[in-house]
């Protein structure tokens, strides 16, 4: 490790730290210098560098948004691809062995694996990287990242890890989303390509028919092709592509369906060939350009998702009660919380909001009397 | 609403982040598993790497993952051969996360571990308030990272 990497520096610099956590270890305050000479050393290779970017972006809040105003003037065109699918399809060894072929054509991917955190406790056991031993061996950057709390099947930070990865130079970036049910399709506006694995055995026709992940693929992959059912896999698939053709769903491209064995190899150089095709084809069109902007919305929404909830959870604890508590409808408590709620951001704009806690009754005549909406 | 608030929903501050792993030829997993199960269940996010590990895979996942302490479990009696040799291998690499080693270890081995930089050792039978605490203190302790 280079004497320069600031990492390794003991910074003296001071600065706005962002806070040290309660169950966390000190850390080192992190201003814009720091960031700043972060991402300087993970462009010219640092990887510890790189860890550490990610490991601040991951945290939000003020340094995030350093980290993403510093990475931001570097995100080029690097094409990221989303892995999708259900528990056991496959995703982490596709990945794993799709990076160790690229990374030996002299390519220089990274991974972002996504394992669900524990609702209950916040804890996670991310296991990607049993999956991925031949790539990081490699050379791969692999990064685990546990969802922490947010739905969807990724990561709230994974947008801002992206850039982490693409400023750093790794192209192409793939993102593995924890295993997904029917309807977690986040990935599709954070990644230019987006790949669903399935694998033998994962349902019938009408399975393939039904709304959510199924029509979200940029190319399917039907995994452990060497099982009973693999053929019946793809042959469903491809009915339901067929039905997608007839009402309008498809555009110009219709999506792919590859056979892949991933713990043979089998398959994958065809996969890589698929997924290069669909960038050339996003690159040669507006496609590119239409993906980052919808990946720019679906962020700024995400964030925004984000926060409400945040502020729902703090209106809910605050909630006096209404007179009739425990005869209220349900759904007459919640309007009457988002009432509160969007009076409280509309009185965040000037600051100083009161909270209504001791102020029940007033509040629910809407007229609070503390001046906010006056 | 203060930054940390809004970024950590349990308020708490993100989880230690910890590198389990076995070392080298030693085929009996399941402590590891139990000891991973113990970790996310104290709110800690466990980076499970498994069986057969180099010292070299260790340290690869421990600078991506930007781990704040790693976990070798030993069932070979070889720690005091491979826990001297993982310690060495991160400091070799500019990484400074203590290692607690976890399996059947004579405490007359102990006070080698101890000076060769093995940050704590967990027995067998060790309760699961006392593993969490111990990779807590492992983790507090590493504050000058």
């Known amino acids: 490790m280079a004497a320069d990497d600031p990492v390794a520096a003991d910074p003296a610099a001071e600065g ?5 956590p309660a169950d966390h270890p000190v850390d080192q305050p992190v201003d814009h210098v720091y960031v700043d000479d972060l991402v300087t050393s993970s462009r010219t290779g640092s990887r510890r560098a790189t860890a550490r970017l990610l490991s601040i972006v991951e945290r939000g809040g003020d340094a995030a948004d350093l980290v993403a105003a ?25 990945t794993g062995v799709l990076t160790t072929l690229l990374a030996g054509t002299g390519r220089c991917p990274a991974v972002l694996a996504v394992d669900p955190s524990s609702p209950l406790t916040g804890g996670a056991i991310l296991g990607d990287r049993i999956r991925m031993g031949d790539a990081a061996a490699s050379g ?23 850039r982490v990865l ?111 095709d669909h960038f050339r084809l996003l690159a040669g069109g507006s496609g590119l350009a239409l993906c980052r902007e919808r990946r720019r919305l679906a962020e700024v929404a995400a964030h925004l998702d984000h926060l409400l909830a945040l502020a729902a959870e703090g209106v809910l604890a605050d909630d006096p ?3 009739s508590t425990g005869l209220e409808l349900p759904t007459a408590t919640a309007r009457r919380l988002a009432d509160r709620l969007l009076r409280g951001v509309s009185g965040a ?26 | 609403m203060g930054t940390s608030e809004i970024d950590t929903p349990t308020g708490s501050g993100p989880p230690i982040r910890v590198v389990l792993a076995k070392l080298g030829l030693d085929g009996h ?12 269940d104290a709110g ?41 040799m993982i310690v060495r291998a991160l400091v070799d690499a500019d990484l400074e996360v203590p290692v607690v080693i976890g399996g059947v270890l004579p405490d007359v081995d102990l006070p080698e571990l101890a000076a060769a930089g093995v940050a704590a050792v967990l027995g067998p039978g060790a309760p699961v308030d006392e593993v969490v605490a111990t990779v807590r203190a492992a983790a507090r302790g590493n504050g000058g990272r």
Do not use: C
Request: no cysteine; glycine share 14%.
């Open chain 1, 16 to 20: 706005p730290s962002v806070g040290p």
């Open chain 1, 70 to 94: 510093a990475t931001h003037p570097h995100v080029g065109t690097a094409h990221v691809v989303g892995m999708t699918g259900a528990p056991g399809s496959g995703k982490s060894t596709i």
């Open chain 1, 140 to 162: 791969v950057f692999i990064r685990s990242m546990a969802t922490r709390g947010h739905a969807g099947g990724l990561a709230l930070a994974v947008p801002g890890a992206v």
């Open chain 1, 166 to 276: 693409v400023a750093a130079g790794y192209d192409p970036v793939f993102i593995e989303t924890v295993g997904v049910g029917q309807v977690e399709v986040d990935v599709t506006a954070a990644a230019d390509t987006t790949v669903v694995v399935v694998a033998p055995g994962w349902g019938d026709a009408v399975q393939a028919n039904k709304a959510g992940l199924l029509e979200i693929a940029d190319l399917f992959v039907v995994n452990k092709a060497d099982r009973p059912g693999a053929a019946d896999a793809r042959r469903d698939l491809e009915l339901m592509i067929d039905l997608s053709v007839i009402t309008g769903r498809v555009g110009s491209v219709r999506p792919a369906v590859l056979m892949t064995t991933a713990t043979e190899s089998e398959g994958i150089e065809a996969l890589a060939g698929a997924i290069d």
């Open chain 1, 321 to 323: 009660g209404s007179p």
């Open chain 1, 349 to 374: 704009v000037t600051e100083g909001t009161d909270r209504p806690g001791t102020q029940g009754q007033a509040n629910r005549d809407r007229r609070t009397g503390t001046g906010e909406l006056e």
């Open chain 2, 29 to 40: 997993d399941r402590g590891l598993k139990v000891v991973a199960r113990m970790l996310r």
């Open chain 2, 44 to 84: 800690m996010e466990v980076v499970y790497l498994g069986l057969r590990q180099t010292t070299g895979t260790i340290v690869t996942a421990v600078e991506q993952e930007d781990a704040d302490v790693v976990g070798i479990s030993m069932h070979n009696a070889g720690h005091l051969t491979l826990g001297p």
